[in-house]
């Protein structure tokens, strides 16, 4: 960048000797004037809009500085009248980018006494050790300016400092030395912001030794670990403390007088602050702003709130209160934020309250019931009213205010319809009365004002109709969710809903072909579509599918070709066609995607052979395409798959021999092959651990023959011992998409709408594989179900498979195997079914525990088995007979148990055969609040 002007070539010289001799001398230094060095860091740096994204307003103050003037006069700089010294620098929000190095001219400004770079771009610099040469600073902000590194040993030389403010640099490191000399050392400090910062080595109680002039610290997100005693808050000029999101923050309640703390903003959420609330904390007289998010806080809220008449803004959600809503928080005279939520609050709403300047109130998901009482809908102020997850009955009142802006009433118990008086809230934005029982007769026309309505959820409620003759629009329309509605056609005012993100109609009797019209619907902006269960016939819609990420037309009656416009989508994360009857070939442009994580094609009609081109670089995790008529080989390439969770190519025509390269795939938890033409040995794997992960393994109906793969179910980790941790009830999937599977389970093939993450099973099933079954089999303690019917098994059942304590269902049926029935499978207490029917056993039935509930299916064509259940007796139940193999015998079969399943409330059981299959079947519900974060609402 050129020099501008003699002066300004003279000033580079100058500049360019300093550098030269790294430490310029002080009179080097005074014979650069203010102007100069001002020009000269001026045009160090560019100006981008994007470097003060951050900040509210914004522009670039440097751009009018003018080398003619005097920099007095420059927006942001401020001199001393006498001196005509710089002593003030204001230049936040001034859209400045690049680094600061510790040669700029910033720091020839040596008397400076307030610096303020805030809200710009410096590119991850260092906060330079120049920095201590400002030694009459008393206002020093670099707050979001993107700096990084150490906290800078020179600012802690700054004894006159009044105000320090590095907060949001993330990661700034804040150390123990440094830390201490800032203690010592500013003690004249009144405002201290280190928002961001990591101060993991800080200990907390080196906080009480803070300047006693301390008004505001704040110390949010700053990784503050281990206790911290009472003293901070009392603090005799602390009017504003932020501690919060330190979760490893230990925090006591003060025990010194609460009437004399002076607080006014008080931030201890997601701190270690549990317990109980003491009643006096009422006496802070003085407080504006309370927030004690997620402190897992518990008991009743104490009813002294009632005295703390100057407050504002309260936050207690994501705790664990209870009891009744003390009315006396709602009477307070300046209460204008008040959020309660995923708390465990009871009882009815107050019929009265005199607090009447709430503008945002929401006590989502606690278990209020009785009716909504009439000040809601009076509040003339009120913004934001959100009761979504509670109890309410009755209907929706009048509202007589025009001020809401945000109404959530969902997952209540709500009657009634839609109030008339929405269509006069023309700032509306956000309208959800999903799952309710409302009687809803769609007539847009109450929105035709509504212009501002970016999010309309009436999901599962009763649509009694829709008036589809209308001629306007809702101009600003993102969401719609009107699933469940009971609705038959598409929604004609969608004809120009231009804006629309998301667009979920899934779940209705809407028949007949898919309207050309639809394909525009927000061409340019709808990422998420859901058209599921539904009655759609003809072919696939004509869409743009230019922004669509996510695409369910599952479970309708669709035909005709995978449409090839499909491979526009550069962005296409979920395609769900599944339960149609699609025709044509597989598209090849899926296979090469490098995004897609999920493709659901099963249960149509696809035909000729999978691509054989899996991209090198791709994001599957699900591919299912069971139920189709493809043939051929399975392609290597899907070995490319690194991510892949789920690969179900079930019921289709597909050859070749046992795919064992996909053991390369370290995160596979399902693989299904069954009813296709897969033939010939299991052998030898060619990679180091094989299946590891794997969990579900189903290979059933092909014609595999050989023995049992004895090392394949070594190396089967997952199935061995289940995960403490993971014994709640989580799925395998993602929030957008549930991995469900069509499997034999108990004799029955069942749909496993969602599939918990601790559920196993093996199925070799309906084979010709020969031989004895491994003992080593017992090794995998987490099974829930082994199924080796119908092949051409020999030999004993091995008495290991009496270590299979998950057991829920054994099927060995039709097979050739002989000797007795080993007396430890009784211990397998979980075991509902069991199939040893067709097979040569011999021996006395083992009794007691759950074998005194099967019947005689279990033993049939076992012509050497008697003893209950059967009408044969024992003659000689002392016979002699080959005494069974002891488990040290069995490949040292490991002694420890598996983990008990019943911590868990749902899904398993024992005694009654099939009575607790239930708790594999998840039903779906309505779309979860997370949809909302797809859409931006601000």
Known sequence: MGCLGWKYQLFCLLVLLSLLFHFPSSSSLSAVSPCSALLHFNHSLSLHRDASQMCDISYPKTASWKEDKDCCSWDGVVCDQTTRHVIGLDLSCSWLNGS??????????????????????????????????FKSLTHLNLSNSMFSGKFPYEISHFSSLVSLDLSFNYGLLIETPVWIRVIHNLTQLR????????????RPNSLMNLSSSLT??????????????????????????DLGVNSNLEISLPKCNWSHISLKFLDLSETSFSGKLVDFIGNMNSLKNLNLVNCNLTGSIPTSFGNLTKLTSLDMSFNNFNGLLPLSLLNLPNL???????????????NHVSG????????????LNGTLPSWLFNLPSLVTLSLYGNQFIGEIGEFKSNSLEHIDLGYNKLQGSIPRSICRFVNLTYLSLSSNNLSIMLELEMFSKVKNLKLLDLSNNNLVGINNNVTYTLPNLQLLNLSSCNISEFPIFLRAATTLQLLDLSKNRIYGQVPRWLGDVGRDSLLFLDLHDNLLQGSFPTLSFLSLRYIFVSNNKLTGEIPSLICNTSSLDV???????LSGVLPKCLVHSNVLSVLDLRMNSLHGTIPATFSKVNNFR????????????????LANCRNLEVLDLGNNKIKGTFPYWLGSLLKLRVLVIRSNKFQGHIGNFKTKFPFSNLQILDISNNEFNGPLPRKYFKYLKAMRNADEEKVVLKYMGDEYYHDSLNLMMKGLYIELVRIQIVFTTIDFSKNSFSGEMPKIIGKLKSLKGLNFSHNNLTGYIPSSFGNLSNLEWLDLSFNKITGEIPTQLVNLLWLEVLNLSHNQLTGHIPSGKQFNTFDNDSYTENKGLCGFP??????????????????????NIESQNGFSWQAISMGYGCGVIYGMLMGYLMFKIGKPKWIVKMVNLE
Request: proline fraction near 5%; hydrophobic fraction near 35%; charged fraction near 10%.
């Open 575 to 581: 395609l769900d066609l599944s339960h149609n009857n």
């Open 191 to 202: 405002e201290l912001l280190l928002d961001w910062s990591d101060m993991s080595s800080i």
């Open 100 to 133: 600061i190095h510790s040669s700029s001219t910033l720091f020839f400004l040596l008397h400076l006494r307030s610096l303020n770079l805030a809200g710009n771009d410096f590119n991850y610099s260092l906060i330079s050790s120049e920095f201590g040469k």
């Open 622 to 637: 699900n591919i299912n395409l069971n139920g189709n008529q493809l043939e051929g080989s399975l392609p290597r390439s």
């Open 336 to 350: 204008s934020i008040l959020y309660l939520c995923y708390n465990q609050l009871v009882g009815f709403l107050p």
């Open 356 to 367: 009447f300047n709430l503008i945002d109130l929401s006590l989502n998901s606690n278990f």
């Open 216 to 241: 505001t610290l704040s110390l949010h997100g700053c990784n503050l670990q281990g206790k911290l005693q009472h003293y901070i808050l009392c603090l005799p000029n602390i009017q504003t403390l």
């Open 870 to 891: 059967l009408s044969k007796t024992c003659n000689n139940p002392e016979a002699k007979k080959p005494p069974p193999l002891t488990l040290q015998q069995e490949d």
